[in-house]
């Protein structure tokens, strides 16, 4: 079992950043899991921001390419996204996600995911 706990969300204005952090508990934390940040909008789905692999292959949504980054630091427990030039459509409830399969092409789907947070609001305003 992996207990994970997001924090750093917040209100930013557009062009701002933001930095989430997930904080890994239970299961011993190490790069035998897949993690990844998924958001959900309002009448959206959930979908997958970014992720890293067992082998720390990163993979991004094209929609936050160049503008987030994922960072993984195994001796801490934590999962950390780098929110950089912030849209008013990155606004939504972004969730930590672990994963005890090594993915990459399905790095963004969120049935290969076992364990989840309970999400951290970003609110991005003009």
């Known amino acids: 079992q992996v207990n994970l706990v997001e924090s750093g969300g917040g209100s930013v204005q557009a062009g701002g950043s933001l930095r989430l952090s997930c904080a890994a508990s239970?299961?011993?934390?190490?790069?035998?899991?897949?993690m990844a940040w998924f958001r959900q909008a309002p009448g959206k789905e959930r979908e997958g921001v970014a992720a890293?692999?067992?082998?720390?292959?990163?993979i991004y949504a094209d929609s936050v390419k160049g503008r987030f980054t994922i960072f993984r630091d195994v001796a801490k427990n934590t999962l950390d996204l780098q929110m950089d030039t912030l849209k008013l459509e990155d606004s939504a409830m972004y969730y930590c996600?672990?994963?005890?399969?090594?993915?990459?092409?399905?790095?963004?789907?969120?049935?290969?995911?076992?364990?989840w947070g309970q999400g951290t609001q970003v609110t991005v305003s003009s």
């Open positions: 996600a672990a994963s005890r399969t090594n993915l990459y092409a399905t790095a963004m789907d969120r049935d290969q995911y076992n364990y």
């Open positions: 890293v692999n067992t082998f720390g292959t990163t």
């Open positions: 239970g299961s011993p934390y190490s790069t035998s899991y897949s």
